[in-house]
């Protein structure tokens, strides 16, 4: 019965919209109390019969079980006491805290109760997903305790545990029934995870799987998944352990002397198209972090295993060269958007001045669209909000406004206080060439440049007036955001900003010369002599390459604006319990004073949001609970598996906490879920003695 229930949330976590919505995790929970009821019981029943299974595991040290139980409770009772302790419950509506008196400031305590609620429930489900998991796993199936019974008693020691004899029998690249079945299933329903992914991509629709719209956002979706990035994340965690499935099986088939019967009659050579959809797709979810992390996955694994293929000859490692073909598939069939990704996201730029500009230089190299028309397209806005850039005052706008014509608009607080300075010039409507926009403003003067040229302006103020602000915006610089961004995404190919209004002599030293006969191809573009100038640039980036230092300005795309209000709030908590497990998302819409800011539900760092929520005494017993789940495998005593299995395993497990570094993984449940199978498969195994 528990291997039914946990086969069967096995295939569920994903296809539940990956526990997006409450109902998904508590269908989940629930079944995790099933298994511990199910665990519950059959302790009962074993220590009223007397009765003890055969254990792949019965030579493992107590204490590695002992540890791992000790810090499960622990951080179980961490979660319980901060929310029966709690300190205050977050009203949103109202952005403030209701706080209590009656609460013990020496024990954990939540600052956000009902939060800290869920996620002990969730914890509680997932504890006993796995020690369920890893009591099912530990023990031999029927015919393995027939076959450990043979080998014994051959062996002249049938009472022993399952150990060398059986391995022996059974060969170096053996693998128990119950971990076979349990990967298979999750090698299954992740392919078809993956499958429904691309297809999905190939023909997008609105809602994720066709049929559920999501609250907040329009697109970005892969299969079941709401956010590509963990659709990448999950398929990188998981076709590893796919992959070193069937390298078990097809070497255990090459040692076997019928090689050609036992890889052509074999189910197991449908897991070949598994691990090839699973290793394409976090390529085709065009999510840059999984790209990246499938990339080194991609390279450890085979590190690990061409070894153990080449020691037969170089032709036996040719099926591992299914893993960068499928990885060739998926950067071949999303090549375009993955590109783009790369090179033209990232557009929010924080230029580290704070103060406000009292002078600056603007200059931007952009190819003229087709098709422009009337509407308007910004090139650069200058704004003081990472957020949304009309949120700031003394805004300042670089933009096309339609064919032929440029402008800059200054807008202060209101809507209405605005002054736009419009040029025009026949090369502004040669779509296809390419013009260097120079921008220089020192208090009230505005001058604007088109390839070194001075452009003339006619100045028109808005309906409530307009008055020279002391300082304009100067925090961040939009790059083709807002008006026009689908008209000039990937037309702009290189921006500099100095905090200083360069002279005309000085931009005509630097400017680029205009094409000759007015050239519809786009010439070379040349950012060195700007780097060059002193005091250096503020920005000086170019889009036409793999820019870490524009990555590094636009702050990962927003992400490192995320973390320095997490550190913030963190000064705010108790250093050493923190906010409460799982508070951030309420916490963090009340430090920002919107109660509508659905995109600040994570920090994008797991780790730093489990400092923030956890406290550091708290992430301190989550830590030592992921070694101790991790640490049999230096033990010795464990299941014996392929040294390059249980390798593989830790590799996928590392690449994701790799990830977790700059996104959300683990706030996912279904990565949560398929991170403790893992982690529960990885306590029973162990290095020591193990096959290469």
């Given at each position: ?43 009962i029943i074993r220590r009223r019969t007397g009765y003890q299974p055969l254990r792949w595991t019965a030579a493992q040290p107590a204490w590695t079980g002992r540890v ?625």
């Amino acid at each position: 019965m528990s291997e039914w229930l946990l086969l069967g949330m096995v295939v569920f976590s994903p296809w539940a919209l990956a526990g997006w919505p409450a109902w998904s995790v508590w269908t989940l929970n629930v079944g995790g109390y099933l298994l511990w009821l199910l665990l519950a019981v059959k302790a009962i029943i074993r220590r009223r019969t007397g009765y003890q299974p055969l254990r792949w595991t019965a030579a493992q040290p107590a204490w590695t079980g002992r540890v791992l139980a000790a810090l499960t409770v622990l951080v179980l009772l961490w979660c319980l006491v901060s929310a029966l302790n709690a300190r205050a419950m977050v009203d949103v509506a109202a952005l403030r805290l209701r706080e209590r008196t009656d609460y013990l400031p020496w024990l954990p305590h939540s600052f956000d109760a009902p939060s800290t609620w869920f996620t002990f429930w969730t914890a509680l489900g997932l504890a006993g997903v796995f020690w369920a998991t890893r009591d099912w796993l530990t023990q031999l199936t029927r015919r393995e305790r027939y076959l450990s019974r043979q080998a014994g008693e051959s062996a002249g020691t049938p009472n022993d545990p399952p150990g060398e004899e059986v391995l022996a029998q059974r060969g170096p690249h053996f693998l128990p029934r119950r971990l076979k079945r349990l990967l298979w299933v999750l090698c299954v329903n992740g392919a078809l995870v993956a499958l429904v992914g691309v297809a999905g991509t190939l023909r997008p629709s609105q809602n994720i799987l066709g049929l559920f719209p999501h609250p907040t956002r329009q697109g970005g979706f892969f299969g079941p998944f709401w956010y590509r990035n963990n659709g990448a994340q999950y398929l990188n965690l998981l076709w590893p352990a796919a992959l070193a499935l069937w390298h078990a099986f097809y070497l255990r088939a090459a040692t076997s002397g019928h090689f050609l019967r036992r890889l052509t009659n074999s189910p197991a050579l449908a897991l070949l198209p598994c691990v090839g959809f699973m290793t394409a797709a976090p390529f085709v979810t065009t999510s840059r972090g999984g790209t990246l992390i499938s990339l080194l996955v991609m390279l450890a694994c085979l590190a690990v295993l061409l070894p153990s293929a080449w020691r037969r000859g170089w032709r036996w490692a040719l099926p591992l060269m299914l893993v960068p073909a499928g990885a060739g598939a998926g950067l071949l069939l999303a090549w375009a958007p993955l590109a783009d990704r790369f090179l033209n996201e990232f557009r929010i730029l924080s230029t580290g001045a704070k103060a406000g500009f009292e002078a600056f230089t603007v200059r931007c190299v952009v190819t003229v669209p087709p098709n422009l028309g009337r509407r308007p397209a910004n090139l650069v806005v200058l704004s003081d909000s990472g957020r949304s850039y009309d949120q700031s005052s003394n805004l300042v706008m670089l933009r096309f406004q339609g064919e032929g014509r440029v402008a800059v608009r200054f807008l202060l607080d209101a809507r209405d206080r605005v002054l736009e300075l419009t040029g025009t010039n026949a090369a502004l409507a040669q779509a296809g060439r390419t013009l260097e926009l120079i921008l220089a403003q020192a208090g009230a003067e505005t001058r604007l440049y088109l390839d070194g040229a001075p452009v003339p302006l006619v100045s028109r103020a808005g309906k409530g007036g307009f008055a020279w602000p002391e300082r304009f915006a100067s925090r961040y610089a939009w790059v083709g955001r807002g008006d026009g961004a689908d008209i000039i995404r990937g037309r702009i190919r290189a921006v500099t900003l100095l905090d200083r209004a360069l002279s005309a002599e000085e931009i005509a030293g630097f400017a680029r010369r205009p094409e000759e006969g007015g050239a519809a191809s786009p010439g070379p573009v040349d950012n060195a002599p700007w780097g060059q100038l002193r005091p250096a640039p503020l920005l000086n980036l170019d889009w036409g390459t793999l820019s870490p230092a524009r990555w590094k300005a636009a702050g990962l795309g927003g992400r490192t604006s995320i973390y320095e209000d997490a550190r913030q709030m963190m000064a705010q908590y108790p250093a050493a319990f923190g906010s409460g497990p799982g508070t951030f998302a309420n916490l963090y819409k009340v430090h920002l004073r919107d109660p509508q800011a659905t995109d600040a539900w994570y920090v994008h760092n797991d780790h730093l949001e489990t400092r923030l929520t956890f406290g550091w005494l708290g992430a301190t017993l989550v830590y030592l609970l992921l070694a101790a789940a991790m640490a049999p495998v230096l033990a010795p005593g464990g299941f014996r598996a392929p040294r390059y299995f249980t390798l593989c395993l830790l590799i996928a497990l590392g690449g994701t906490l790799l990830h977790a570094r700059f996104d959300f993984v683990f706030q996912t449940h279904a990565l949560l879920f398929l991170a403790v199978l893992l982690c529960s498969l990885l306590s029973i195994l162990t290095l020591r003695g193990a096959a290469r």
